[in-house]
């Protein structure tokens, strides 16, 4: 019976450390979105939170409303599992070849900071892991993201002239709004100016990228989660 109690008591604290590392990580974490993750009711949910709340972590929010972490509030470096240091190296190793050569270098980097802070049997097994990517993404796709993502960041608005899967050249004003892999290749999602419409660009077919000084903000009709819910629907139809 002890054991069972104690174990009880591992996967709750498992369950909690777990809950606070969603809320910490997102603007705003409903509580069904943290139940669906941790695979649990929604009332289990919201007895954690009040439980975490009467220890003195600082969790705003409210039920039906979502809740996110006050600003400041850190945690004690972490220590990572055999398992979970080979997905990072794993992650990175497949990862770099894609990004664009600044984001792969950082994420190269921070890994590095990860691996010096485990112990010696821990670096050696994620060291160890047999997964590479010997091949990336074409250089001229590479170095078109870079400028893509940080136009996206600073919700600059980005001229292109495109070439289409017929050959047919176009000149577009663009709201970019996340650049999509997909396995073996790039693409930008973007509001068009000119079309009114969102639209998908294949990064290789770019001939010609100028992010403007023009700045762009969120309207509704004219965002990636609504983009993301226009394919939802056209997806259901279909």
């Not at 060291?127 to 590479?132: F, I």
């Amino acid at each position: 019976m002890r054991a069972d109690v104690t174990c009880q008591a591992m996967r709750r604290a498992d369950r909690l450390f777990r809950l606070v590392q969603l809320v910490r990580g997102r603007r705003l974490s409903t509580a069904d979105f943290i139940a669906e993750r941790l695979e649990v009711s929604a009332r289990t949910v919201y007895r954690d939170i009040a439980d975490l709340q009467l220890q003195g972590v600082p969790i705003e929010g409210e039920a039906g409303v979502g809740y996110r972490m006050r600003a400041g509030f850190d945690l004690p470096p972490l220590m990572f599992t055999r398992d979970e240091a080979q997905a990072l190296v794993a992650t990175v190793r497949l990862a770099r070849q894609w990004l664009d050569a600044p984001l792969a270098a950082h994420a190269e980097s921070a890994l590095s900071k990860i691996i010096a802070v485990l112990p010696a049997a821990s670096q050696a097994a994620a060291q160890s892991v047999a997964l590479y990517a010997p091949y990336g993404g074409a250089a001229e796709t590479r170095a078109l993201l870079e400028p893509l993502r940080l136009a996206i960041e600073a919700r600059r608005k980005v001229m292109l002239r495109y070439l289409d899967l017929k050959d047919v050249a176009s000149e577009r004003v663009v709201r970019p709004l996340a650049c999509l892999y997909w396995g073996d290749l790039w693409t930008l999602a973007a509001w068009c100016e000119q079309r009114s419409a969102f639209r998908n660009f294949r990064v290789d077919r770019i001939t010609e990228l100028d992010v403007l000084d023009e700045r762009f903000r969120d309207e509704p009709g004219k965002t990636l989660a609504d983009l993301a819910r226009a394919e939802k629907r056209a997806a259901s139809a279909s």
